[in-house]
């Protein structure tokens, strides 16, 4: 007797699951969003991570990163060469001219969303505005590929493709971080598969609907290599080049890419 092989899938979840993994991703979006508002010269990362954990406790919610493996923050900060993991400080006090990487997570009814953005403070050279132009449409670039039938490094090529997109808009190169990427997601943070930003199409396991990633593009204004510093977290670009990341949870459905961590507008 022949049995086939069992196709691999990225792991689903039912419509209610979904509903319930956007409303997680809700209270990310809002706590996003009162950070942002607060991040201006002078204020430090440590006030910017307790207005993201009063939110996200103000919702009923927990912060999924507190105590992560030991994490101290609610919150990651990353500033200027500092791609991920930034530990928030009361010594890292914003200036202007400052880019910024806000990382955060919440988890409500067992449930978790996961989300970042990059944005300047005060005034902000054009390279930087453009570095985290382009990875927002690297990021978006990944999202328009979540669709039903599409493979997993369908979504890596999409990234990359959208990568090299903004490069010839923008009239420059981009670093693509080397070894970081998105993951799966739902009833914990991270999850299997891993997501690379880059690579052929066509292989890894099969998206369908209900299909959930995190999908986060991380580039540079240089070097495509990193180290993690002392504290054994933060992830710095080894020539110091400025850094930015870009993330939503997102679903696959039916009628295309669900973004599951909405920021209020």
């Known amino acids: ?30 706590a996003l969003v009162a950070v942002r508002e607060a991040a201006k010269p002078g204020v430090s990362t440590l006030e910017l991570d307790a207005i993201a954990e009063q939110v996200i406790r103000d919702a009923g919610a927990v912060p999924s990163f507190k105590g992560y ?3 101290t923050g609610s919150i990651c900060s990353s500033i200027n060469e500092r791609v991920v993991h930034g530990i928030p400080s009361a010594e890292d006090v914003l200036a202007d001219g400052d880019l910024i990487s806000i990382d ?23 390279a930087d505005e ?16 979540m669709l039903p039938g599409n493979r997993l490094t369908d979504v890596s090529y999409a990234i990359e493709q959208g990568t090299h997109a903004a490069e010839e808009a ?11 990427g998105g993951h799966g997601i739902g009833q914990e943070m991270h999850m299997d598969p891993f997501l690379p930003n880059e690579g052929a199409p066509g292989r890894g396991p099969e998206l369908v609907v209900g299909s959930t990633l995190a999908i986060e593009p991380m580039l540079t204004l ?5 180290k993690v510093l ?20 997102v679903a696959v459905t039916e009628d295309g890419p669900r973004i599951l961590t909405p920021r209020p507008s």
């Open 104 to 126: 955060c997570g919440a988890i409500l009814d067992g449930w978790h969303g996961d989300s970042a953005w990059t944005f300047g403070v005060g005034t902000v050279i054009e």
């Open 1 to 30: 007797m022949v049995f086939g092989r069992k196709r691999k899938v990225v792991p689903f979840r039912t419509p209610g699951e979904l509903d319930a993994m956007a409303a997680a991703g809700a209270v990310v979006g809002a």
């Open 69 to 71: 493996h030991g994490f």
């Open 130 to 145: 453009l570095l985290s132009e382009a990875t927002r449409l690297s990021m978006e670039a990944g999202i328009a590929a």
């Open 230 to 249: 002392a504290d054994d977290w933060t992830v710095v670009t080894v020539d110091g080049s400025r850094a930015a990341h870009w993330e939503h949870t």
């Open 222 to 226: 240089g070097s495509t290599r990193t």
């Open 170 to 180: 923008h009239g420059r190169k981009y670093g693509i971080v080397d070894g970081y």
